[in-house]
């Protein structure tokens, strides 16, 4: 499928509302937390040797679990009507004119 990260943003966000998951408001906190549960979850398949998914032969664990980070993600971001495909590509700009390793700030 070749779609730009604004049309994963609208399709997941679709299939969200229709599955439920914004039928009542939702707190920023809330959405942000899942986010980082995602990501726990990532951690743990990564610690028990990135078994295959059930879910979604023929991936990872580990690639299950980050999709639904993004998943997560990319929901929110067109909940509250953000441009992350336009913010990806400035950061990345930024990040490449960056010194190396921060300027070692992050020793």
């Not at 998943?71 to 190396?100: M, S």
């Amino acid at each position: 499928m070749d779609m730009r990260i604004s049309d994963w943003q609208k399709n997941v966000h679709k299939t969200a509302k229709e599955h439920g998951w914004w039928d009542r408001p939702r707190s920023t906190g809330e959405v942000l937390m899942l986010m980082v549960t995602e990501l726990a979850e990532a951690m743990e398949a990564y610690r028990v040797g990135n078994p295959p998914s059930e879910k979604i032969p023929p991936f990872t664990q580990l690639e299950e679990e980050l999709a639904d980070c993004l998943i997560r993600l990319l929901d929110f971001a067109a909940a509250e009507g953000l441009d992350i495909e336009g913010a990806l590509a400035a950061k990345a700009t930024y990040n490449a004119d960056r010194p190396y390793r921060h300027g070692d700030k992050l020793a």
